[in-house]
T-cell receptor, first 113, second 115 residues
Framework: DGGITQSPKYLFRKEGQNVTLSCEQNLNHDAMYWYRQDPGQGLRLIYYSQIVNDFQKGDIAEGYSVSREKKESFPLTVTSAQKNPTAFYLC????????????FGPGTRLTVT | AQSVTQPDIHITVSEGASLELRCNYSYGATPYLFWYVQSPGQGLQLLLKYFSGDTLVQGIKGFEAEFKRSQSSFNLRKPSVHWSDAAEYFCAVGGDGGSQGNLIFGKGTKLSVKP
């Protein structure tokens, strides 16, 4: 079955540590996205990538970094510079950068203490 | 600026009753409109979408939505709610070309279903 995998489901880190969230898709989609979700805030775009080896900042990129070395993978690193990293993180993909229909992974809940 | 407003934060309906969730958008061009559903701790699932054509669109799980350009609305409806419909619902808009496929999401409406 095609889909988007995010691992792990739950992640715990100490403050000051960088942490990398995994996102893999086997849908052969060109575009991939990272969102942050906080209660009552909806989804906010962190980074997006329309094609391999290229990515752009979204609305809340500060304190985050990404890479897109392979079409199927788009890992997100939450750095120690992110002031409030505890949140639910969602990865999504779409067929292309001009196709707005996005498919979502199951999410990773990150808790930083 | 593009925006999406979901005026109701939380709605409670009785099982078997009808449902309408409101969505209003602010957009300069013809929008692409979406409704997604999210169960607690899960990802988002696409319920339905509007790109063009018939303004009444049918989706999965018995949901439908109507695009009304004059009211800048895209309300989600279901004639008879089931307990399994309890979840959070998100409206999203995209399509100005310049945003490169990005969607703007509303803040969501949480639906509770009474037995």
């Amino acid at each position: 079955d095609g889909g988007i995998t995010q691992s792990p489901k739950y992640l715990f880190r100490k403050e000051g540590q960088n942490v990398t969230l995994s996102c893999e898709q086997n849908l052969n989609h060109d575009a991939m996205y990272w969102y942050r979700q906080d209660p009552g805030q909806g989804l906010r775009l962190i980074y997006y990538s329309q094609i391999v080896n290229d990515f752009q900042k979204g609305d809340i990129a500060e304190g985050y970094s990404v890479s897109r070395e392979k079409k199927e993978s788009f890992p997100l690193t939450v750095t120690s510079a992110q002031k409030n990293p505890t949140a639910f993180y969602l990865c999504a993909s779409s067929i292309s950068g001009t196709n707005y229909e996005q498919y979502f992974g199951p999410g990773t809940r990150l808790t930083v203490t | 600026a593009q925006s999406v407003t979901q005026p109701d934060i939380h709605i409670t309906v009785s099982e078997g009753a009808s449902l309408e969730l409101r969505c209003n958008y602010s957009y300069g061009a013809t929008p692409y409109l979406f409704w997604y559903v999210q169960s607690p701790g899960q990802g988002l699932q696409l319920l339905l979408k509007y790109f063009s054509g018939d303004t009444l669109v049918q989706g999965i799980k018995g949901f439908e939505a109507e695009f009304k350009r004059s009211q800048s609305s895209f309300n989600l409806r279901k004639p008879s709610v089931h307990w399994s419909d309890a979840a959070e619902y998100f409206c999203a808009v995209g399509g100005d070309g310049g945003s490169q496929g990005n969607l703007i999401f509303g803040k969501g409406t949480k639906l509770s279903v009474k037995p």
